[in-house]
């Protein structure tokens, strides 16, 4: 069953807010700012030159179908403070916000915990609602920063998970994949330069997928979890056409089932067989890319009863029948 997205309000309301966000006063380089370090003035540059011209919202423009963003410069420390837990009404969506700085700094903290400051090359998750502020501080220079608000539920619950696991705040060195995904999305909120609702929400997958892989990186230093995962892919790969066991994987390190489970969820995020389907699946996807073969050969060929439950297992992974997908990406 498909979750059901927010109702969000009306979207001339939402619109309106919206715009007035974007011509407001506080938009990078309507006053001076912090000058950026040198790796990251391009982005600083190609963002403010963007925001200098912001373009008026589609019909389809919604909270429920695309998300908000722009790019700040805060040097009041009075006028800019968020409490995490203060900022919805009690008909109010939860969303989260992205925030990544350009030039200064400003802090983010947890309830409880010394805060944290956030420099160029840094960014974090705002869930709201948690237990969190961001502010800036008395003796900051001033904080430039990119940001982006997204009500999308299934993102929002990939996003919670991830930052339960990692924490908030993540490094984004200025060539990464994830830093290329925030400043397009952000020059896609100011200047709504998306085909239609689906470009919109391509991108924003994309910029959550190179969120979760930065994460997951940078808490595997050692390359503990991508060898694991690099071995455990080949050992599945090798089974096919038979669907190899998370028993039979077990048994091959030397462990029972359920210490296994634990083992490989400690380390990759994930549970073994949800791994194992996933690279059936991707196996099966590249089959559907790269050949004319029926459903049915695909399915036994990847370790799947039948036609029936590959179509079913696939449409759960890539939200598109087999089909579908095959056309659609041809």
């Not at 969000?8 to 001076?32: E, H, N």
């Not at 400003?106 to 869930?127: H, K, M, N, V």
């Not at 990939?158 to 990464?176: C, H, L, Y």
């Not at 090798?238 to 400690?266: C, I, Q």
Request: glycine share 6%.
């Amino acid at each position: 069953m498909k979750t059901p997205r927010p109702s969000p309000p009306k979207s001339s309301q939402w619109q309106r807010r919206y715009d007035q966000v974007l011509t407001s006063d506080v938009v990078a380089g309507k006053m001076p700012g912090p000058r950026p370090p040198p790796e990251w003035a391009p982005a600083l540059s190609q963002l403010t030159k963007v925001s200098r011209s912001p373009t008026l919202a589609p019909s389809w423009w919604t909270p429920g179908t695309a998300f908000f963003g722009s790019i700040e410069t805060r040097a009041d420390p009075s006028s800019y403070y968020w409490d995490g837990m203060k900022r919805l009404g009690r008909r109010d969506h939860p969303l989260f916000f992205f925030q990544f700085t350009l030039a200064g700094w400003g802090q983010f903290e947890l309830y409880g915990q010394p805060p944290r400051q956030i420099s160029p090359g840094t960014g974090f998750f705002a869930i709201l609602p948690s237990k969190h502020r961001y502010y800036l501080p008395e003796d900051s220079p001033g904080w430039t920063f990119g940001w982006i608000g997204i009500y999308h539920p299934y993102l929002l619950t990939r996003v919670i998970k991830q930052v339960a696991a990692t924490g908030p705040i993540i490094e984004m060195p200025p060539d990464s994949a994830l830093t290329a995904s925030a400043l397009r999305l952000v020059c896609g909120a100011i200047k709504k330069d998306f085909r239609d609702r689906y470009d919109v929400e391509l991108a924003l997958f994309e910029f959550l997928l190179a969120y979760e892989r930065q994460a997951h990186e940078a808490s595997d230093s050692s390359g503990e979890r991508k060898r694991l995962l690099e071995e455990v892919r080949a050992r599945i790969v090798a089974s096919l056409p038979n669907a190899l066991s998370v028993d039979s994987l077990a048994t091959e390190y030397g462990m029972s089932r359920s210490h296994f489970s634990h083992f490989f969820r400690a380390r990759t995020g994930m549970t073994p067989a949800r791994f194992a389907t996933e690279v059936r699946i991707h196996e099966a996807t590249r089959m559907l890319l790269n050949s004319h073969a029926a459903l049915k050969q695909v399915a036994d060929a990847c370790g799947f009863a039948n036609a029936n439950h590959f179509c079913k297992v696939f449409r759960r992974f890539q939200h598109l029948s087999p089909a579908s997908y095959r056309n659609a990406v041809r």
